[in-house]
């Protein structure tokens, strides 16, 4: 039987997630195809039965779908239903499970940087409090971090995420100017926010100026690949990572819930950087 997935969103035309997926299919020696579908919010539903009826065996949902879907779906993983967004969706039998592996995909991706053991004694800093970051706080307090701290332009928004978010170790906020005089203290800031990204790359989430040497600075921005945050964080010392690693790696854990394959990140991620117009070292 030949593996029938997608991804729904709108607008979907830049998407890079059936490269990555086809490439995957490909290289795993799978039948199946992976297919970009652009659906009208209003027609949601519609799409949703439809993709039941034939059949389709799992597909990535992205802006603006991923809290809208819950509805039509049958059951929620449990990352998922604390974050309140769906990015994925696995066919069991009849049923329709909603996951959530952009959190996690961004934990593989910091993996790589950085061992499960540091991310336990880290001191965190997620700036931002949308769904992005929602996942990535969910994703991190799994592994304890020794404090994981929240800041956003909206400090009302940062508060409501840590209350409602159940996790081991609840974190807590700060503003954006307490933040940026205190960051020193962090040894893993991460950006969740849209600032930054192309066409405003000048834009930078917070003032880096107080960036520790040892630190690592994070951006789930792939687009550009550097953004002047870790531009900035670079030039102060800081060690840095990209949002492709992330992109990659919540793309690969989709992959295995539909195909119970592992795929090979290391070259998905090399194949983005290209696309994007980077180089490999
Ligand atoms: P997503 O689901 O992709 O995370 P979102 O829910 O719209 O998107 O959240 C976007 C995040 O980027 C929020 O933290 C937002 O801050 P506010 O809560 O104050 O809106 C942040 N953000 C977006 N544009 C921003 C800007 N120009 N300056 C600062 N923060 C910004």
């Known amino acids: 039987m030949a593996y029938l997935l997608g991804v729904i969103g709108n607008p979907i035309s830049q998407s890079k997630s ?9 290289e795993e020696g799978l039948d199946g195809y992976y297919q970009a579908f652009a659906i009208e919010l209003e027609k949601l539903e519609e799409a949703i039965v439809g993709m039941r009826a034939l059949g389709i065996d799992g597909w990535n949902v992205t802006i603006p779908f991923k809290e809208a879907i ?3 779906l049958d059951e929620l993983d449990p990352a998922a239903k604390a974050i309140g967004a769906v990015n994925t969706v696995v066919r069991n039998g009849d049923k329709l499970i909603g996951r959530n592996t952009d959190g996690l995909g961004f934990v593989h991706s910091l993996l790589e940087k950085r ?9 965190v800093l997620i700036i931002g409090a949308g769904g992005a970051a929602k996942g990535i706080y969910y994703a991190l307090a799994q592994y304890h971090p020794e404090k994981i701290v929240v800041t956003n332009r909206t400090q009302q928004r940062a508060e409501a995420l840590v209350c409602s978010i159940s996790v081991p170790s609840p974190g807590f906020t700060l503003t954006i100017h307490e933040a940026q005089e205190r960051l020193h203290e962090f040894d893993i800031i991460i950006n969740t926010t849209s600032v930054g990204m192309i066409p405003n790359i000048k834009d930078m989430p917070l003032d880096i100026t107080n960036i520790s040497k040892n630190a690592l600075a994070a951006d789930i921005i792939y687009n550009p690949l550097e953004t002047s945050f870790l531009h900035d964080a670079r030039l ?30 290391e070259q998905a991620i090399k194949t983005i950087i290209q696309d994007q117009g980077g180089t490999i070292c």
């Open 18 to 26: 059936p490269l990555m997926h086809n490439k995957w299919l490909a």
């Open 115 to 123: 061992s499960a053991d540091q991310l336990n004694q880290a001191s």
């Open 236 to 265: 102060n010392g800081a060690d840095t990572l990209n949002g492709v690693g992330m992109f990659v790696h919540q793309g690969a854990l989709a992959f295995s819930y539909w195909t119970g394959k592992h795929p090979n990140t």
């Open 70 to 72: 819950m509805p039509f």
